[in-house]
């Protein structure tokens, strides 16, 4: 049920999700030594309202140049696969709300490595027509490969649809958005990864922003 009152139809947002699958790009709208300005993006909750904070991190030094948060409606449920749905609506916001453009926007979830090949991270680059990358701390679907030093395939249906990258003592799960293939989202994501640390800095500073915006109420409603 919606905060509405409204049904949510999760036949409807299956049609949904199949569309967007089929209008994701798996090529390179741009090449990962282009790369300058690199959004990460993640949503914590406060009760009935959702706090999506966005980053932009310089690509060369990894120090932070731009961030927003805003604060909206939580309005559908948390359902397993269908999170985008949940969330996707806020990080577009708070992407948009940026005083910088960033090249490129990493989401904190799935893209292609989702069992419809639609995770948040395709429908975020959908929205926002721009390179998209996939980061998830857990594996949603999918079995994991044979790992090659710190980077294992990760197969779904007997077809590659992301990578996990041992960035620490746990794995992340890296997948294409939209617009970039998988391994120029690998390279980005090793680029933006500080030695000791799990997530890529864009996407590291979203996380705390976004929890600590959920502690307090300074963020800007979307």
């Known amino acids: 049920m919606s905060k509405a009152g ?3 139809d999760v036949a409807r947002a299956r049609y949904a999700q ?10 390179d709208e741009v090449r990962a030594e282009e790369v300058r300005l690199v959004a990460g993006v993640d949503v914590a909750h406060r009760g009935a309202r959702a706090l999506a904070a966005a980053v932009v991190v310089d690509a060369r030094t990894l120090r932070q140049v731009s961030r927003a948060v805003v604060e909206a409606d939580v309005r559908v449920p948390y359902i397993p696969t269908l999170l985008a749905f949940r969330e996707a609506g806020p990080m577009v916001a708070a992407i948009r709300r940026l005083d910088l453009e960033p090249d490129v926007v990493i989401v904190d979830g799935n ?4 069992p419809l ?5 395709c429908q975020v680059g959908l929205a926002l027509d721009k390179p998209t990358i996939g980061v998830a701390k857990k594996l949603l679907c999918g079995e994991v490969g044979a790992w090659r030093g710190r980077e ?5 249906s007997g077809r590659v649809v992301g990578v996990a990258l041992m960035t620490s003592r746990r794995p992340i799960y890296v997948s294409v958005g939209h617009k970039v293939s998988l391994s120029t989202a690998v ?3 090793w680029k933006l990864t500080r030695r000791g640390y799990r997530l890529p800095e864009p996407l590291r500073l979203a996380h705390l922003a976004a929890v600590e915006a959920a502690h307090s109420r300074t963020a800007s409603s979307g």
Request: aromatic residues 4%; without cysteine; proline residues 7%.
């Open 187 to 189: 390279s980005i994501v």
């Open 18 to 27: 199949r569309a967007i699958a089929s209008r994701v790009v798996e090529e």
């Open 111 to 114: 893209g292609r490595l989702h």
């Open 117 to 121: 090949g639609a995770g948040i991270a």
């Open 6 to 8: 409204i049904p949510f």
């Open 152 to 156: 294992a395939p990760v197969t779904l």
